[in-house]
């Protein structure tokens, strides 16, 4: 059982490293490399959603994200993300507006807005940019001004890795961290270990979680949510080519039909097949 390893990359136990007060200085660590900022300026950050899931069901999945807040109120949350999701710079924006707005109620003045921070870790290429790792801010257009720090945005694009066209350092810090959530092996593990203390640390923790049987099967149950919704996503990309083939409308309520039957949502359903909910839910309808 000691050569039992739990992937980073699965969202219960990236939650369990980076989330865990008693373990603070591996996001400490972590976060200094992504956002270059100081360990002085993180010492006193605190983590604010440190519950764990008992059941891992799609729609609550966003409560095995990482939201923290510095000493000086700034917000930040880091969210894993395994399945592709389509409208991603869409569905970042929307979250990190929640984050932003929940800060304030009504009767306070706009000085009370600290800066929030999203970073994405994704395992799907969502820019177009040949980097590992991207960060947004709003700025002008022709001269590049930042309007202001207080939106901040990154993305962790896991994939690129191993993108032959993306300039990859492996003295990086950051790119050691992204080799380290995306390891699939033990011996890579070790060698990131011997390069960087800190992943030292959370490959030490790492182990010690995988001892936990309790985990261990919290864990298995997760990665079993995960590849059946893959399998779902797959299916319903098949369906897709198969509609487009046929060139028909009864091709395209079949693909429409079968993705519901597999288990889709009518919004899932919607984003993959490029249509309308109203048109979907007119076809689950018609099935009654």
Not at 147 to 169: N, V
Not at 210 to 234: F, H, N, P, S, V
């Amino acid at each position: 059982m000691n050569d039992y390893l739990m992937s980073p990359k699965n969202d219960f136990v990236f939650k369990l490293i980076f989330g865990d007060e008693k373990n603070k200085h591996i996001l400490i660590a972590f976060l200094t490399n992504v956002l270059n900022m100081s360990e002085g300026e993180l010492a006193d950050i605190k983590i604010i959603n440190s519950e764990l899931l008992r059941e891992f069901k799609e729609d609550k999945k966003g409560i095995l994200d990482v939201r923290a807040q510095t000493k000086d109120g700034e917000q930040i949350n880091i969210e894993i993300q395994i399945l592709p999701t389509e409208f991603m710079p869409e569905r970042t924006l929307f979250y990190w507006a929640k984050m932003f707005v929940s800060q304030i109620k009504s009767g306070d003045t706009y000085d009370k807005l600290k800066r929030c921070i999203t970073i994405n870790i994704v395992d799907f290429e969502c820019t177009p940019l040949k980097q590992l790792h991207s960060c947004y801010h709003l700025i002008e257009d022709n001269t590049g001004h930042k309007l202001t720090d207080i939106e901040e945005i990154h993305f962790m694009e896991l994939p690129k890795l191993f993108d032959p066209a993306t300039p990859i350092d492996e003295n990086d810090p950051i790119t050691q961290w992204m080799m380290f959530i995306n390891a699939k092996s033990r011996e890579v593990i070790e060698m990131l270990a011997q390069k960087n203390k800190h992943i030292g640390s959370a490959f030490d923790l790492l182990q010690i979680i995988a001892q936990d049987e309790k985990a261990r099967m919290l864990y298995e149950a997760r990665q079993a949510e995960i590849m059946d919704q893959l399998t779902r996503i797959k299916s319903a990309q098949t369906a897709i080519l198969k509609a487009k083939a046929e060139g028909i409308k009864e091709g395209e309520e079949k693909m429409v039909k079968a993705m519901l039957l597999r288990g889709m949502t009518i919004e899932e359903t919607a984003s993959i097949a490029d249509m309308d909910i109203s048109k979907v839910t007119a076809i689950k309808n018609s099935q009654r």
